[in-house]
């Protein structure tokens, strides 16, 4: 895939779809022609470690909901995805099992009375780990681009943490940010 004129977008990825519309990803694939999947490598409740902890705002060691997935591109590795959510959101719900959720974790969040309403992300590139290198086909020597994101519901309740690592060499993020009134105030 390298080469390849890929931009992602972080919006559509915790806005709910419409109905009977895909996830995100395989409808951000789709749109370009090409064929997108993921594998569910693990789900369940996890001990929170000191990352995640400080994303979700809880402490380290709280349980939390966590999610691996290996997203694949015309059947190629191209992002490992760790999603992490407060028990209180997703104990019990289809986040919890390996079992794919239709039209995505953002549809469900929605249904459960957790949508998304705000978004901080830090990206940052470093080396990758033996096993990211494993699970992502890379060399040691190939850099990868990792998006630590954080979702917050409409009361400004951490609802989801994603830890997101990606060959740099396969990825382009787009950031677009809106300047309202409120923010021209201070200039």
Known sequence: MAGEDWTSSSAAYVRPPDEGAPDAWSAE?????VRGGQRILHAGEVPASVEVAELLGVAAGDVVVARRRLM?????????TDTYY???VARGTALASTARIRGGA????AELGFAGARVVEDVTARL???PEQSLLGLAAEQPVLTVARVTFDAQDSRIQADLMTMPAHLQRLRYETRIGSADRAHD
Do not use: H
Not at 29 to 33: D, H, N, S, V
Not at 106 to 109: G, H
């Open 106 to 109: 953002a549809r469900l969040l």
């Open 29 to 33: 694939l789709a749109a370009r022609g």
């Open 86 to 88: 407060p028990v209180r």
């Open 128 to 130: 990758p780990t033996r």
């Open 72 to 80: 694949l591109r015309e059947d190629e590795p191209s992002e490992l």
